[in-house]
Every structure is written in structure tokens, then in C-alpha cells.
């Protein structure tokens, strides 16, 4: 797994990386302008930004990589406690953030989620039973012969099932993996998606436990 660290701070961004390179692939770059310069020549698997760096801030910088279609999974840290930061850096396309100071453990935590969400260096074939296989590079399901492509919002539903198989996952937790601050969808909506996706791959791998969620078998 390889991550882009924008950390200015000499301190913390040498305990950041020094940590991180005990797990993944690290470079670490001081301001937006080195950042621009590595993601103009390579190709990222998670980007770590913190806000207050010179030039342009981790918010401006991911808003500006999302208006030209980078899609790189994005964690804002920041000293911010409030909630106008928060919400600026989903609305930027920031898929997490962290407060400081924040334990490392958690920080690997959130990062593993990170993999999970967007299966970073998951790109085989799934099979879900000997005719059925989900390509998640594609989000193609193909049964008998016929290939389905799924909707982004029914391929991360599987993903996330394939990810925590026979466990009752509630709607809560579905929303909190899934879908960004500024959508929170409504029981109706998770249903609706759920609905469809058993549609593709059998009704009976996802099964409802009333008052509870959902298991994927």
C-alpha cells in the first residue's frame, strides 16, 4: 500500500512517518506544491493530508485534485475542533478525518478501514459460490455466463458484506462506512440498495435480522 503523507510539523511528521513505514509505503511531503509535484509523477493507494501547511491547505489541495477526477482515497488530520473544518474537508472529498492528537494505533486503524472500504490491494476475483464471481476492479458480477455491472453504491454495500461475512451488520454501520457526511441515507435508501443488490447475486446470501441489520452469507 502506498501513501502520500502532507505533514509540515518536523516532529510529528517524523513520528507519522516513521510509524507508518513499519506498515506501508511512505513518502512524506512538507506543503501542497511538493505534493502536486509526487502526484503529477506517481500514483498513490491513500492520500494523509493536514490542513494548515504552506500554500494551499489539505482541504484546497484535495478539492482541487477531486475537481480534476483524482479519486485517491483521502484522511484529513488537523488540530480543528470544530465542526466547520469537518464538514469543509467531506465537502472537499475527504472520506475521513482525524483530530490531533490522535493515538498511531488509531491512525492504523482508520488506515485499515481505508483498505477494507476501498479494498486497496483487493483486485481478485471474489467467488461468491462456483458460478458466481464479483470482479471488484470492474464491480462486475458475472453468473451463467452474464456480467452485471453494479451501482458505486451497491458495490461497496458487497464489498463491505464480503469484508465482515456472517456478522449482523446494522444500517448505522452501514452508513458510517459507506456513505459520506453529507449524504446519510435513509432506512428506505439502504433498503432500496440492498434490495437490489440481493436481486444480482441471490437473495439468500443477505438475509435481514429484524431489529438488528443485516448477514451476508
Sequence with gaps: MKILLMEDDPVLGEILTDYLQGYY??????????????????????????????????????????????????????????????????????????????DLEELGLRIEKSKVLFRIEQDQHVWLDSDTCYDPRHKIVSHAGESISLKPKEAQLLEYFLSHPSRVISADELTQNIWTYDTIPTDATIRSHIRNLREIIGAERITTQRGLGYRYE
Design 25 to 102: 509505503a511512505v513518502e512524506r511531503v512538507f506543503d501542497s506544491a511538493e505534493a502536486m509535484d509526487r502526484l503529477d509523477a506517481s500514483s498513490y493507494d491513500l492520500l494523509i493530508f493536514d490542513i494548515n501547511v504552506p500554500g494551499q491547505s489539505g482541504i484546497e489541495l484535495l478539492r482541487d485534485l477531486r475537481a480534476y477526477n483524482n479519486t485517491t482515497p483521502a484522511i484529513i488530520i488537523t488540530a480543528y475542533a470544530d465542526t466547520k473544518h469537518l464538514k469543509e474537508s467531506f465537502d472537499a472529498g475527504a472520506h475521513d478525518y482525524i483530530r490531533k492528537p490522535f
